[in-house]
């Protein structure tokens, strides 16, 4: 199957600052990828859609100005969050071609 | 609109018995359809997935899902588990090749010696 990389994997960060959190396809170009949300203990939840060259698509109730995304080439696609918060703490991971994920990333926010 | 749902949230078994795990979608199509085991703080491994076919597929590490369109379920089997495969299963739909994926909720597998 194909690869995806993910980087970093844990990341501590304080109130207020923002963190970059890259997600890159290794052996193939994907003009989709997907970003997901996991809570502990939870099921992955989609947060939004990457399109190369275009708008991120969110889901309803993701705030956009919070986490930005961008696609900017066909094998990396960045997820950033702004203006983090505690409650920003997570487990966010990324897909593309659908079904290839990377190694996740966990985020605490301090 | 596409879900899937994993009726138990817990299973516990004992080492080197048989282990199933349920899977239960809507969508108004055959869909494509994935196991995933995630251990603790880890990524997604890929288990095995199901396009078209054959309607039982063999994955990874032992594991076998079934497609029972009648049923609209795709339940994850495996004959004798081992204690390393304690972990969150995750059952997943998608629509389309290369579409985002719509998760289960889970199931957590607790292996006894």
């Known amino acids: 199957g194909a690869v995806v990389s993910q980087h970093p994997s844990r990341v501590i960060c304080k109130s207020g600052t923002s963190v970059k959190i890259e997600c890159r396809s290794l052996?193939?170009?994907?003009?989709?990828m997907f970003w997901y949300r996991q809570f502990p203990k939870k099921s992955l939840m989609l947060m939004a859609t990457?399109?190369?060259?275009?708008?991120?698509?969110?889901e309803q109730g993701v705030e956009k100005d919070k986490f930005l995304i961008n696609h900017a080439s066909l094998t990396l696609s960045t997820l950033t969050v702004t203006s983090a918060h505690p409650e920003d703490s997570s487990f966010y991971i990324c897909?593309?071609?659908?079904?290839?994920f990377g190694q996740g990333t966990r985020l605490t926010v301090v | 609109a596409q879900s899937v749902t994993q009726p138990d949230i817990h299973i516990t078994v004992s080492e080197g018995a048989s282990l199933e795990l349920r899977c239960n979608y809507s969508?108004?199509?055959?869909?494509?359809l994935f196991w995933y085991v995630q251990s603790p703080g880890q990524g997604l491994q890929l288990l095995l997935k199901?396009?078209?076919?054959?309607?039982l597929v063999q994955g990874i590490k032992g594991f076998e899902a079934e497609f029972k369109r009648s049923q609209s379920s795709f339940n994850l089997r495996k004959p004798s588990v081992h204690w390393s495969d304690a972990a969150e299963y995750f059952c997943?739909?998608?629509?389309?090749?290369?579409?985002?994926?719509?998760f289960g909720g889970g199931t957590r597998v607790l292996v006894k010696p």
């Open positions: 990457s399109n190369e060259g275009s708008k991120a698509t969110y």
């Open positions: 897909s593309a071609g659908g079904a290839f």
């Open positions: 052996d193939f170009q994907a003009t989709t």
């Open positions: 199901y396009f078209s076919g054959d309607t």
């Open positions: 997943a739909l998608q629509g389309a090749a290369g579409n985002k994926l719509t």
């Open positions: 969508y108004g199509a055959t869909p494509y």
